[in-house]
């Protein structure tokens, strides 16, 4: 069945670099809607950026917008967040998501997936 496993987190300081994979098995990565979640302790999750249509459209929360840029490698079936000039705030468990194929309409908020990794910590420290 589908399985979403992410990778490349870690502990940086502000202003430094990571790039996130998600690898996708018993899915094909770039058909329909996938996505970034974020969830720091005591906050509710919530949408870091989108991709569907192809990869022709993406979807950024304005916190992270000229920052992060997320990306699909058709070849290696894998969803990608490159995440640059990170700030403390940024410090949350980061989820790669999944819509059901057969599914349709939004691509945005947390009920539109179906599948999810199970995240990877990152930590920007001051």
């Known amino acids: 069945q589908v399985q979403l496993v992410e990778s490349g987190g870690g502990s940086v300081q502000a202003g430094g670099s990571l790039r996130l994979s998600c690898a996708a098995s018993?899915?094909?990565?770039?058909?329909?809607?996938m996505g970034w979640f974020r969830q720091a302790p005591g906050k509710e999750r919530e949408g870091v950026a989108t991709i569907y249509s192809g990869g022709r459209t993406t979807y950024y929360t304005d916190s992270v917008k000229g920052r992060f840029t997320i990306s699909q490698d058709n070849a290696e079936n894998t969803l990608y967040l490159q995440m640059n000039s990170l700030k403390p705030e940024d410090t949350a468990v980061y989820y790669c998501?999944?819509?059901?194929?057969?599914?349709?309409?939004?691509?945005?908020?947390?009920?539109?997936?179906?599948?999810w990794g199970q995240g990877t910590q990152v930590t920007v420290s001051s």
């Open positions: 998501a999944a819509q059901a194929p057969w599914r349709w309409g939004s691509c945005r908020g947390t009920a539109d997936f179906d599948y």
């Open positions: 018993g899915y094909t990565a770039n058909r329909d809607c």
